[in-house]
């Protein structure tokens, strides 16, 4: 079955780190354009990086410098390192796989982050 | 910097006819943007709706059709059923391995 499988979400102080976990069952990582997009409380959704199957990787400028993608290839596993936590990083954070057809089309079910002292 | 806009609300009778759009603060929505169009429900997870402008994904509804109208990407919702009730969301690609959604559109039926 393919699917997706976040996990590492948490309450964190603002200004502390998170790791979050994607673990991935069906397909290959590492082959795939793979995504974070986060949703915050009662808004809509919003990307937030990608790490494409080349290595490259891009971030929306309101994470840019704080947040890190990465992928394991031998785990099959999408990680997004986040620091410098401010309370508008809270949301629930999903990642999305980008098909070669130009749709995000695995999503996972998502995993709350919530930045609060 | 640019944004991607949709109407935040619409309201749509049932079997009725509805089309939601996707634009650009600055500039005209094309289909090298890819445009693509997913639905959600409160405390799921987004689902896939069109991608690539106007090809519905596996186990959509007919009644779904993606097309660009204007400078605009646009998803026509023919015949609404009372379970189309949700949020509508569409993400286009920027360039340069950047992405960006549309802020949304709560649709009602009734």
């Known amino acids: 079955e393919v699917q997706l499988v976040e996990s590492g979400g948490g309450l964190v102080q603002p200004g502390g780190s998170l790791r979050l976990s994607c673990a991935a069952s069906g397909f290959t990582v590492s082959s795939n354009y793979m995504n974070w997009v986060r949703q915050g409380p009662g808004k809509g959704l919003e990307w937030v990086s990608v790490?494409?199957?080349?290595?490259?990787?891009y971030y929306a400028d309101s994470v840019k410098g704080r947040f890190t993608i990465s992928r394991d290839n031998s785990k099959n596993t999408l990680y997004l390192q986040m620091s410098s936590l401010r309370a508008e990083d809270t949301a629930v954070y999903y990642c999305?796989?980008?098909?070669?057809?130009?749709?995000?089309?695995?999503w996972g079910q998502g995993t709350v982050v919530t930045v609060s002292s | 910097q640019t944004a991607v806009t949709q109407e935040p609300s619409f309201s749509v009778s049932p079997r009725g006819t509805v089309t939601l759009t996707c634009g650009l603060t600055?500039?005209?929505?094309?289909?090298?943007?890819?445009p693509s169009w997913y639905q959600q429900t409160p405390g799921q997870a987004p689902r896939t709706l069109i991608y690539?402008?106007?090809t519905r994904s596996s186990g959509v509804p007919d009644r779904f059709s993606g097309s660009i109208l204007g400078n605009k990407a646009a998803l026509t919702i023919t015949g609404a059923q009372a379970d189309d009730e949700s949020d509508y969301y569409c993400?286009?690609?920027?360039?340069?391995?950047?992405?960006?959604f549309g802020g949304g559109t709560k649709l009602t039926v009734l």
């Open positions: 600055s500039g005209s929505v094309s289909t090298s943007y890819y």
């Open positions: 790490i494409y199957s080349s290595g490259g990787t």
């Open positions: 999305a796989r980008y098909s070669s057809d130009e749709a995000f089309d695995i």
């Open positions: 690539s402008t106007n």
């Open positions: 993400v286009l690609y920027m360039g340069s391995g950047i992405w960006m």
